[in-house]
């Protein structure tokens, strides 16, 4: 191609930029006028986000893919809600972990993410006003579900306002060689991703489960014969070497996280609700939970055990169906499941990912 064909390119695509520059401050006006009418209402409205977003791939035609739409635009949204207020985020940190960039990916760069030391720490501080979200960890596809945040789900008044799938790549971290290496850092739920790969490659090495990935670089960052699993973010965080990328025994390897906050979330048209339940200890109550939702055409989509903790070999379940819990069909489920369950508590109704 010549330097005049070249150049033309270059001139049209700056044209672009300058239009696009002039649309996104348009945009960012309107919504700051959007936040002046709220008068100290919500500043995230998550069922109008994900409709926007729904509605941009619909009309994509690329070449970008909808992913890549739907980040472009996460971003600029993020960056024109922040010209109302920013958004305090909370995660399991430290910084660099996964649910990190969960929150990221949710909310955007412009939010305030705030890391915390344990799961426990993340309810905590939306609990008690001190961020408005909350992003938590509550399933991987290889490992399961995530105990310590289903309990809390249980237990604490907050509401599930949004999830956020992402696909994680498990990365070998360490200041030494493979062949040095003789402990191994990482989240019980990371080594469990990746214990092929470690049975294969460093069958002799200790595995110490830590309280994120994150935490585990550190510690590989700091002690000689030692590797974390993390990823790749955490390797540049902490400025340990990446050894080996991609670990992970699946490489559709992904995990579900969850948004919490104070918040009910309307509907957007494409949504989950999210319900623990427990029945009586007779013969056929399980079976008796599970009626209303067929009976009422309603599709469950999980269904988890957990000890209740309320007695031995007593169990709630953990069940998303598809709908909002406004709907008319969910909500006649629901309330006829409120006369056969000895127990019915609704964590939320929230948009499916986009």
Known sequence: MSDDALKQFRVQIDRIDD???RLFNQRAALAQQIGHAKQGGA???????AQVLRRLNEANQGPLPNGSISQLFTEVMSHCRALEAPL???YLGPAGSFTEAAALKRFGHASVCVPCASIDEVFRKVESNEVRYGVVPVENSTEGAVGRTLDLMLQSPLKLC???PLQVHQCLMSNSTLAEVRRVYSHPQSL?????WLNANLP???RIAVSSNSEAARLASQQADSAAVAGKQASERFDVPLLVENIEDDPRNTTRFLVIGDQQVSPSGCDKTSLVISAANRPGAVHDLLTPLAHHGVSMTKLESRPARSGLWEYVFFVD???HQQDT???AALAELGQVASFVKVLGSYPVAV
Not at 43 to 49: A, D, G, N
């Open 162 to 164: 949004g999830e956020v």
């Open 88 to 90: 305090s985020i909370a």
């Open 329 to 331: 069909k969910v909500a």
């Open 204 to 206: 002799h090495a200790e």
């Open 321 to 323: 169906i598809e709908g």
């Open 192 to 196: 469990g991703q990746c214990q092929g």
């Open 43 to 49: 500043v995230l409205r998550p069922e109008r986000e």
């Open 19 to 21: 239009e696009l520059l």
